[in-house]
């Protein structure tokens, strides 16, 4: 590690706690967590998280992910382009500002930027909501081609997005975990439909849950993993039946 990356490593020792007393008990919870949840690919980090976020050991269940990225298809695609997107320094563009609060400002260069607040003409205009009308404008400015796309919050933004994504835009990663009765799991839905037919990666959930915390937490792990690449050497281009068999082999060596 270079002396550059022990600075970074030390000043971003955790990505959410920042004393010693609240860094284990993060550590001891996640510890809890690893007890239920596999730890051996980066899908598993991002199941392991959602746990975490959620306090409901089944909703590693619920986690999917879709889309492809130059190693194929598998489940850690979408774990991988987001890592890659962080490290690119990458905007992160959130739906509402509650998610853009939930993910760190610790651990990355990356600008944060919410969707809401932009595209008020629009929604007055045909009566959309509004934050779908923000993330058309936003769109429309050329703000999510290459971003890390996280909506916590608002089905009408994922179905926004998923139009744009049609229409020839195209996020690095998608997180996409909009709560709600009306119209929230089929968001996601499109999302995913969107995810495979363009080869967009993408970290949904399926149920009527999730919301804004959530969708934070997990773009904070793709953060975390970008982390790990950069400080402690965690390679990136390995798929995750690659990186699942490694494990085994490290475990029975262990023995």
Known sequence: MTEGDQQ???????LGATTQNA??????SMDIVRQFVPDETLADRIRQKSV???GDIEFQHLIEFSGSDELGDDEDAPVRAGARAVLKEAII???ITMSKAGITGRGHNCEKRKAIGNGAELAKETGMTRTAASVLELDKQGVYDGAIATIGNAPTAAFALADCIEN????AVIVATP????KAEESRQRIRE????YDIPAITNVGRRGGSGLAAALTNELIHVAKDVRTDGLELDITADER????TRDSEEGE
């Open 52 to 54: 975490h976020s959620m």
């Open 8 to 14: 970074f490593e030390r000043e971003y020792a955790d």
């Open 93 to 95: 563009v959130t739906d």
């Open 168 to 171: 020839g835009t195209r996020p």
């Open 23 to 28: 860094m284990d008990i993060a550590e001891t």
């Open 194 to 197: 969107v995810s495979e037919e």
């Open 244 to 247: 699942a068999a490694q494990a």
């Open 179 to 182: 709560v709600g009765f009306v």
